[in-house]
């Protein structure tokens, strides 16, 4: 079946720091990519979505290529700040799928 | 604007009671519906789907089900909690299947003692 397998957590950076977070993916359809994030005590909230291969998508200074070929789709971020304190996940659902599969998600705090 | 209501926000039940945690959606006409757990440190797992009243998909088996009573509301349930079933709770809901964003819930923290 469809899986996600993303950067094993937890990650602690300094502000100002780049970021990347892995993210790769098997299925054997075509494949919509999103980015979520949640803040604790809180549902995810969907950062962006990037539905055909080769395309770039971003947000908040987030961004994210959905690469068919290596089937993978890196979260990166030149420079983070205390607020990108979060989980981040890793998601992709098929076309005419009614699954929404997540990745193992990963913890990222951002030190001052 | 649409909004999406869990209630309760917290629960702790004794293991071998019964449970029901609920969801509103206002705002959406026809929403497909979901309800996800998430083990404490884990990944969002799909539980159940509906894409309209009275009709709902399992996607995994919990000893958990189930059901759409309104077009607006999503009712997730047991009649005997294990202690496997402690976690967060977080209904969500779409407009189309595939491709589109899901919307979530602030989510319940159910603790089974």
């Known amino acids: 079946g469809d899986s996600v397998t993303q950067t094993e957590g937890p990650v602690t950076l300094s502000e100002g720091t780049s970021l990347t977070v892995n993210c790769s993916y098997e299925?054997?359809?075509?494949?919509?990519l999103f980015w979520y994030v949640q803040y604790p005590g809180e549902g995810p909230q969907l950062l962006f979505k990037?539905?055909?291969?080769?395309e770039k998508g971003s947000n908040r200074g987030f961004e994210a290529t959905y690469n068919k070929e290596a089937t993978s789709f890196h979260l990166q971020k030149a420079s983070v700040q205390e607020s990108d304190s979060a989980v981040y996940y890793c998601?992709?659902?098929?076309?005419?799928?009614?699954?929404?599969?997540f990745g193992s998600g990963t913890q990222l705090t951002v030190m001052p | 604007a649409q909004t999406i209501h869990q209630w309760p926000v917290a629960e702790i039940k004794a293991v071998g009671s019964p449970l029901s945690l609920g969801c509103t959606i206002k705002g959406k006409s026809s929403p497909n519906l979901y309800w996800y757990w998430q083990a404490t440190g884990g990944t969002l797992q799909q539980l159940f789907y509906?894409?309209?009243?009275?009709?709902v998909e399992s996607v995994v088996q919990l000893n958990l089900s189930a059901s759409r009573p309104k077009d607006d509301q999503f009712i997730l349930s047991t009649e005997k909690l294990l202690l496997s079933h402690s976690g967060f709770y977080l209904c969500?809901?779409?407009?189309?299947?595939?491709?589109?964003?899901?919307?979530f819930g602030k989510g319940t923290r159910l603790t089974v003692v």
């Open positions: 998601a992709l659902s098929s076309s005419g799928s009614w699954q929404l599969i």
């Open positions: 299925t054997k359809q075509y494949p919509t």
């Open positions: 509906s894409i309209t009243v009275g009709q």
């Open positions: 990037v539905p055909k291969a080769n």
């Open positions: 969500a809901w779409s407009l189309e299947r595939g491709d589109t964003e899901v919307f």
